[in-house]
């Protein structure tokens, strides 16, 4: 993290603990929590190019970006509405 400011920084831990916080008040069984809460867990990184959103043949987002887009706002406004 150390190539963002510190404003950065901070509000990408606010942001982390706000979703960590809505998974575990919705009472979702998460196993990426689940396997990160035992001793020995190792975290493992995300390759560069893994978050890119799917592009077909038109140059048009994939339609499982949308509805992962639709997702992500739905959280955000469960979240907002806490």
Sequence with gaps: MSNYDIDTQTEIVLATMAIHNYIRKKGVNDNAFEMAETENYVPTSVGANSNKPEVNEDDEI?????????????????????
């Design 62 to 82: 994939g339609e499982d970006h949308l509805i992962w887009m639709e997702v992500r706002n739905k959280i955000a406004r469960d979240i907002v509405q806490m």
